[in-house]
């Protein structure tokens, strides 16, 4: 793996490793890049098939639901479809090694993620989820969870025939995603918040950083003094990050992760 990357990179990986491996306190945020080398596109890319003239935007949101419940739950229903059957790459994989290391190596480690997909819960890890989960629904109005079939996620497309009523309210269930313009869970946005004003490095790893509040996560972490450290192949104009890894996650993590737990510098 380290040969495929350049001689440049590979030093901007040591130097990584060593930040990280003399830290105690470590925060990362995770977006769809992450989950890109898994076949999931991200949300910049360009949508395809039947949904290339929406935007995320108008069919994420409180105001396209009201609007028409059924072509949002096509897409989502559709998405289900695009993620089902899709697995965690090395990236997912070499952060959950690290989660379960992290005890060995005396390293506190909050994994957040922006994904509404369960890579990294595939992968092994447990991560905070600040914009809901793909494979939950609750009540549009009264927000009581609805428990769908247990195997939903081998048969993403039930919900395309007829919208549900919520059994306890009547009113149209939707997926348990945080859509543009509503509040973050409230305890997943303050464990957040502790970790990322708490940390002594901050890792942003495949997101573009444009979605607020998630993106202010490491502003708030430079701020208490912490070190950001960016993995993206397309390095963001952000300027609190202090070290870029311009590179693929699924390349870079696994080199990157074995060089913290295992202290090898080769
Ligand atoms: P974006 O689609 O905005 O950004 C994905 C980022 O991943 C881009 O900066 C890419 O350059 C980078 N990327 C692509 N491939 C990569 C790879 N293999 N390794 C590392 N990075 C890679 O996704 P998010 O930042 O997650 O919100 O978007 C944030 C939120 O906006 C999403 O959670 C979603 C969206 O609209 C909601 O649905 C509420």
């Not at 995603?177 to 970790?195: H, K, R």
């Amino acid at each position: 793996m380290v040969a495929e990357l350049s001689a440049e990179l590979i030093a901007q990986v040591q130097q990584a490793a060593q930040l990280l491996r003399s830290a105690k306190r470590i925060c990362i945020l995770t977006g769809a890049g992450i989950s890109a080398e898994s076949g999931i596109p991200t949300f910049r890319d360009k949508q395809t098939g039947l949904w290339e003239k929406f935007r995320a935007e108008d069919l994420a949101s409180p105001v396209a639901f009201a609007r028409d419940p059924k072509l949002v739950w096509s897409w989502y229903q559709w998405r289900r479809q695009l993620v089902h059957d899709k697995a965690p790459n090395p990236a997912h994989r070499a952060l959950a090694q690290w989660q379960s290391a992290s005890a060995s190596v005396q390293q506190h480690i909050t994994l957040i993620t922006q994904n509404v997909d369960d890579l990294h819960e595939q992968a092994g890890s447990e991560a905070v989820h600040l914009h809901g989960h793909l494979w939950k629904n609750r009540c549009s109005q009264c927000d009581s969870v609805y428990e769908d079939d247990p195997n939903a996620k081998d048969k993403p497309l039930d919900f395309d025939e007829q919208l549900i009523a919520c059994p306890q309210c009547g009113d149209y269930i939707r997926p348990d995603i945080v859509w543009f313009g509503e509040s973050l869970p409230v305890a997943a946005w303050q464990t957040a918040e502790e970790a990322a004003a708490d940390c002594d490095i901050f890792m942003s790893i495949g997101t573009s950083s444009l979605v607020y509040p998630a993106a202010g996560l490491a502003q708030l972490a430079k701020q208490n003094g912490a070190q950001i450290i960016e993995i993206n192949p397309n390095p963001t104009p952000s300027t609190v990050v202090d070290l870029t890894l311009a590179a693929k996650a699924g390349a870079v993590m696994p080199v990157l992760i074995d060089k913290v737990i295992n202290k090898s510098d080769k």
